[in-house]
């Protein structure tokens, strides 16, 4: 195989090149299903580069402390699960940045105390007395803001979307290199797959979220309540960006089709979804509800 | 070779502008360089090469976590060097008049009875910067409260920040800097250090990447003291709050001229600052007169006594 061939999944549609590596299976499916086709010569050029930092051995040590610090409900299989298919990609993403503007409001609580006469009865007599309450007034602010959103990073791959991306960043961007063949050599690196169009609108949701945060915080007040924000996004620029992550297939039930665990190359975060046990959560809603039925024939039964 | 979106000078090796994260044009950085990334942990200093084979981002040594330094990291030397304008004489002069400005509390023949053992001229290290920002604020002051004593006030206010120092010194300390940083004149800046010839020059011994991470702070620090004092209304302010859109950030490390002295009163020894380049700026550490302390508290207790004496005797 050339360096120049890329083989297209034809379970999860994603479209791999292979740079002096021999495998015949996608990374993310683990389906054997993948095709030989040409490069496609209009695919954009890889900008920017972030170079793995955890060896697949470290990856293998963290996908079974994964396994192992699952939660109760998980599926009993998952402790003895043996992991298969231990890949390392480039993904394919966008690191986008741009000028935000927004223009807010909300509702700014400044608390205040009062004294409160009151009566109350003691020994049958009724006496007024005072307290010190807290009250609140409420204020409306308007606002305009202005930033930079610098370090936005959407997958552009179809084989992981960016929810499953998102659960494994950050990755450190300060290492980031300008792409060169050299520096993927041995790996394999995923084509994009999503249109630029379709990345820049999840980059500007990723930066709309985090935009929302950075007003919470700047909300004066004791509290606040009732923030609403219009934003738009000026100078934009994304640049396509390889960011290297592990896929591993945990295979806990021979019947099932194994869990995608996603280990973040340059951190080692671990993101997978842990399948859960019906029969262990059918086991601990009965168990809570004989417990209040208990409780409440013993609370019955009292005279 | 400015970035295009903020106008902040990109420096050799950037990649992407350090302070808007636009990338820089391809081609307009060095030559990739093979150099090694360094490991460097935040607990034990040690640094080593990162590999992506056998170390994650723990320390080897102490097992702290480490960060990852940017591979073009250099550790910079000072651009130019502001010149002394006042002499080791003048400067003990300065010493000595500051001495007669401390107060009642000191002894009265601090500045004749002082010996000083040395007075040492030095370069310490220092960065100006200046800097375009659009401040997003929001707070509470005491303007237009009603029930509550405080109302929510917000702005967006353009700020120029002309040659603001910051410290990059670990000699003075940073109250020391913050009280020199006033009296410098920023002519006649030389290449290397004229005049004082003896004088110390301090290095910077911090990464651009750290650099960049001090002077940011530095603006921030900059813009809320002045949003705080100068933009909200009324006359208390709490909860104040900045957002700063930097623009054409530019910074440049200086050697500034200071003298250290240390003098002797007594059997102790004591240490001061004079500025290099205005005399009228001493300042240091000097002893308390426990003669007078202890008259003045003995002075105060009489006057008490005399009075409740007085008070019980009507
Ligand atoms: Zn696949
Ligand atoms: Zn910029």
């Not at chain 1, 900008?47 to 051995?57: L, N």
């Not at chain 2, 003669?291 to 007085?310: E, P, Y």
Request: proline letters at 6%; a neutral charge.
């Amino acid at each position: 195989m050339s360096a120049d061939d890329s083989l297209a999944c034809q379970d999860c549609g994603a479209t791999l090149r292979f740079h002096g590596t021999r495998t015949t299976r996608c990374p993310y499916c683990a389906s054997p299903s993948v095709l030989a086709r040409p490069a496609s010569p209009d695919l954009p050029n890889p900008d920017f580069v972030v170079a793995f930092g955890i060896s697949e051995a470290s990856a293998l040590e963290r996908a079974k402390n994964w396994t192992r610090s699952r939660g109760v409900f998980t599926h009993g299989g998952i402790l003895r699960a043996s992991i298969e298919d231990v890949r390392g990609v480039y993904l394919p993403a966008y690191l986008y940045t741009s000028i935000g503007s927004a223009s807010y409001s909300a509702q700014i609580g400044e608390d205040y105390q009062e004294i409160e006469t009151y009566a109350e009865t003691v020994n049958g007599r009724t006496e007024m007395r005072t307290r010190t309450v807290t009250k609140t007034e409420w204020r409306s602010l308007t606002g305009e803001w202005q930033g930079y959103f610098r370090d936005v990073v959407v997958s552009a791959s179809r084989g992981l979307p960016n929810a499953e991306l998102e659960a494994v960043e950050p990755f450190d961007l300060r290492l980031l290199r300008r792409f060169s063949e050299a520096q993927v050599q041995g790996w394999i690196t995923e084509e994009p797959s999503m249109q630029l169009g379709a990345c820049v609108a999840d980059a500007r949701q990723e930066a709309m979220q985090g935009l929302g945060q950075t007003l919470d915080r700047l909300m004066p007040g004791d509290s606040h309540s009732d923030l609403q924000f219009t934003s738009h996004f000026e100078r934009e620029q994304a640049s396509l960006v390889l960011v290297p992550c592990w896929v591993l297939a945990v295979r806990y039930d021979k019947e099932k089709p194994p869990v995608r665990l996603v280990i973040n190359g340059q951190t080692g975060k671990a993101w997978g979804k842990a399948p859960l046990s019906w029969l262990r959560i059918a086991i601990a809603v009965l168990l809570t509800a004989a417990v209040i039925a208990g409780l409440v024939v013993a609370a019955r039964g009292r005279p | 070779m400015s970035c295009a979106r903020c106008a902040s000078p990109l420096e050799v090796g950037d990649i992407r502008c350090a302070v808007c994260s636009l990338p820089a044009p391809a081609g307009s950085d060095a030559p990739a360089r093979t150099t090694a990334s360094i490991l460097r942990c935040d607990e034990c200093g040690a640094a080593v090469t990162y590999s992506a084979e056998h170390v994650g981002t723990r320390c080897p040594f102490c097992g702290a976590v480490a960060h990852l330094e940017q591979p073009a990291d250099p550790i910079e030397a000072a651009e130019g060097f502001l010149p002394f304008r006042v002499s080791p004489a003048e400067a003990a002069a300065a010493l000595r008049s500051w001495m007669d400005t401390l107060g009642f509390f000191r002894p009265s023949d601090l500045a004749a009875k002082a010996t000083v053992d040395h007075i040492r001229p030095l370069f310490f290290a220092g960065w100006l910067f200046e800097a375009d920002a659009l401040v997003s604020w929001a707070a509470d002051s005491d303007a237009g409260s009603g029930s509550s004593e405080w109302a929510p006030h917000s702005g967006q206010v353009p700020m120029r920040f002309d040659n603001v120092l910051v410290s990059a010194s670990r000699g003075l300390s940073a109250q020391e800097v913050a009280r020199l940083a006033s009296g410098f004149q920023l002519t006649n800046i030389a290449p290397e250090p004229v005049g004082a010839t003896e004088a110390m020059v301090e290095r910077f011994d911090v990464q651009r990447s750290t650099a960049r991470a001090i002077i940011a702070n530095a603006v921030h620090g900059t813009a809320y003291a002045r949003t705080e004092s100068g933009q909200v209304p009324g006359r208390r302010v709490r909860n104040c709050h900045i957002s700063v859109m930097v623009q054409a950030l530019q910074s440049r490390r200086y050697g500034f001229p200071a003298y250290v002295l240390a003098y002797r009163y007594g059997d102790k020894a004591y240490r001061a600052v004079v500025h290099g380049q205005d005399a009228a700026i001493a300042f240091g550490d000097a002893p308390l007169s426990i003669r007078k302390i202890l008259l003045v508290a003995f002075g105060v207790a009489a006057l008490v006594l005399i009075i409740v004496a007085v008070l019980s005797n009507r």
